[in-house]
């Protein structure tokens, strides 16, 4: 049996990723519909985190962190407390100990998102690319 007080110290979140069209949104509703784990719909969380590491438009934008005498490690460490937090209390809400995120282009972000969140769980969704642009089609005419 799982030691539930190792899960409340280091959580450890699913990522769910895959094309649009390819059953990620099912499998959340899945997932969420477990009564120890929830996941919102698409947040595109690691889009934001990953907006940290660069300043736009601006010739220091990528050393931002060093006028404050922070490492990247450092940066990572708080970008997680605090998006972690977010989805945790998102769960507690729910009166689930489990997070996750259900955005399919989260795909682009898991070296940041496994360096945030050393216990990340991902799930990939492959669906056949003929049946993925079926359902798009139909989805969007």
Same mark, same amino acid.
């Given at each position: 049996?799982?030691?539930?007080?190792?899960?409340?110290?280091?959580?450890?979140?699913?990522?769910?990723v895959g094309a649009n069209g390819s059953g990620?949104?099912?499998?959340?509703?899945?997932?969420?519909?477990?009564?120890?784990?929830?996941? /919102?719909?698409?947040?595109?969380?690691?889009? *934001? &985190? $990953?907006?940290?590491?660069?300043?736009?438009?601006?010739?220091?934008?990528? !050393?931002?962190?060093?006028?404050?005498?922070?490492?990247?490690?450092?940066?990572?460490?708080?970008?997680?407390?605090?998006?972690?937090?977010?989805?945790?209390?998102?769960?507690?809400?729910?009166?689930?100990?489990?997070?996750?995120?259900?955005? /399919?282009?989260?795909?682009?972000?898991?070296? *940041? &998102? $496994?360096?945030?969140?050393?216990?990340?769980?991902?799930?990939?969704?492959? !669906?056949?690319?003929?049946?993925?642009?079926?359902?798009?089609?139909?989805?969007?005419?």
């Amino acid at each position: 049996m799982p030691d539930d007080s190792a899960s409340a110290v280091t959580p450890r979140p699913i990522f769910i990723v895959g094309a649009n069209g390819s059953g990620t949104t099912l499998l959340r509703l899945m997932l969420d519909s477990h009564e120890h784990i929830a996941i /919102p719909p698409e947040t595109g969380v690691m889009r *934001l &985190a $990953a907006v940290h590491q660069w300043v736009p438009y601006w010739d220091l934008g990528d !050393r931002w962190a060093e006028s404050l005498e922070l490492s990247e490690a450092e940066v990572t460490a708080k970008l997680a407390d605090f998006y972690g937090e977010l989805f945790a209390s998102y769960a507690a809400r729910r009166g689930k100990q489990r997070w996750g995120d259900k955005t /399919p282009f989260n795909v682009w972000h898991l070296d *940041l &998102a $496994a360096q945030m969140f050393p216990e990340l769980q991902v799930i990939g969704i492959v !669906r056949h690319p003929a049946a993925v642009v079926a359902s798009l089609r139909r989805r969007f005419r």
